[in-house]
């Protein structure tokens, strides 16, 4: 039996910082263990600007020790009105490394988002054009459609057509949830990719409703039935290149959480690595835990790998019931769960 894995230090592809005394409470987590992380920009207000984009990112190396190794990479935060010449500006000052489309009301601080992708035109041709990535959250937001469905409509409605009608644009597919997701994604082309969060991994809809609502267990998009974890599961411990780490790492205070209209999201960040390494573990693939974690998502974003290395190895690690910073009261995955795996040192 393996006792100790060291891989090529990971990058997170996913991830929530948040802003002011949140950002400062949770940057570091992410920082201790991955190198770089592409960061979200659905702030309040959000990130549409290459001034904004630079505003954020010095928040967030302002936030971090004076030692920390890590880089954020930013996100242009998609609208109707989005300008392709600020845009394709921001990428090729090396400022954006990637516009997120959310589909408008589709989660946290998306209000702004996207209300039909055909408004996009202009923008996705300047995209396409330039290599520069585009991040989808796949859900529709129609009410007639079942919560549980909303990614396997999206891909129907609205993914299918958009990777026909822009054949050379770079898509990520972010935390996919669904057997019909995963297909999509292995069917397409090698511009087609995904990331994968470990509770998308590890828990399904039983989770959220285990003996009453368990909010913490509340995310979006939501978790599915059985037979879509296993499908997620299998593809990230496939070895296949398209798919790869992107936490959603998603930090609410336990009041925002715990309320008679709690927030969406699972605070991931502090014991990540140790939750990924053990599905790979319970699946048997450790052999192919680095190009999940570390090698996938440079790849396809056309970054250099990272030079250092962490170091996993067996042995119980407890998590914490509550971690609290200052004001910051927070709950994160697996709290008071004993993991296999820790990260040395």
Known sequence: MTSHLTIRRPDDWHVHLRDGDMLKAVVDYTARQFARAIVMPNLTPPVITVAAAEAYRQRILDALPADADFT??????????????????????????????YPAHATTNSAHGVTDVRKLTGLLETMQRIGMPLLIHGEVTDRDVDIFDREAVFIERVLAPL??????????FEHITTAEAVDFVAGSGPLIGATITPQHMIINRNAIFDGGIRPHAYCLPVAKREQHRLAVRKAAVSGSPKFFLGTDTAPHTVGRKEAAC???????????LESYIQVFDEENALDRFEGFASEHGPNFYGLPLNEGTVTLVRGGETVPERIVDGDIDLVPFHAGETLGWRIQG
């Open 72 to 101: 954020p990479l930013m996100t242009c935060y998609l609208t109707d009105g989005a300008d392709p010449e600020e845009i394709a500006r921001g990428y090729e000052q090396g400022v954006f490394a990637a516009c997120k489309l």
């Open 163 to 172: 990777v026909r009608d822009y054949p050379g644009l770079k898509v990520v």
């Open 262 to 272: 709690g927030c969406a999201g699972i605070f991931n960040a502090p014991f990540a």
